[in-house]
């Protein structure tokens, strides 16, 4: 890897982790980046998975006034979470190689008609009226969770903003401390498909030190000024650069 690429795999983290701290779907940016530099496709989406994990508890530990009072819920829906991340990244492993070049464009086209439908799902969430849903989710968000979590140990690009409309939609809960929830969520799914990645996949360990790096300082801006900043330049930077990963997929 050159030093320019150098430089662009971290700045790609850096935009990753502070996406994912906000939101999520920061994939969408590290993802193509790694492609656009040669790397084959389950190569490039176990390394990086494994850079952004260290972003991901960045993120989180700067949400970590708002996960006062959640210890119950995230034991709960943390339990879920962590089993449906290793059967993704047991599904990322046993699949063919093809089967990845195959799903992953549809997952990505899922994940940025997610991206652009957030501003909708959070004002939808925000004019919600008071006690409308379950104190807790019930057995709809535990099944939701570990479904998200297969997802996320797979492939993950989105992930975030599936939480998010999760549970906004069955929890009663301000969407602050339910961000705050998302982000240690991702955590646990990143985390355990990492320690999988660590022993049985290909790993292209520059390529994940660099995200790791840019992922760490994202994570960090994500949590001081994720609330305050308009998030509609980020949006459309996510959808062109999965755009372009689509492309390049399918074009080979």
Known sequence: MSPWEAVAVVAAGLGAGTINTIVGSGTLITFP?????GLPPVTANVSNTLGLVPGAISGALGYRAELKGQRSRLLRLGTASTLGGLLGAILLLVLPADAFKAIVPVLIGIALVLVVAQPWLAKR???RPDGSTHAEGGV???LGIFATGIYGGYFGAAQGVLLLGLMGSLLNEELQRINAAKNILAVLVNGVAAIVFLFVAPIDWTAALLIAIG???GGQIGARVGRRLPPVALRGLIVVVGLVAIA?????
């Open 33 to 37: 980046v790694l492609l656009a530099f």
């Open 125 to 127: 969430l925000a004019a």
């Open 140 to 142: 709809a968000l535990l």
């Open 215 to 217: 992922s760490v300082v």
């Open 248 to 252: 390049k997929l399918l074009l080979g």
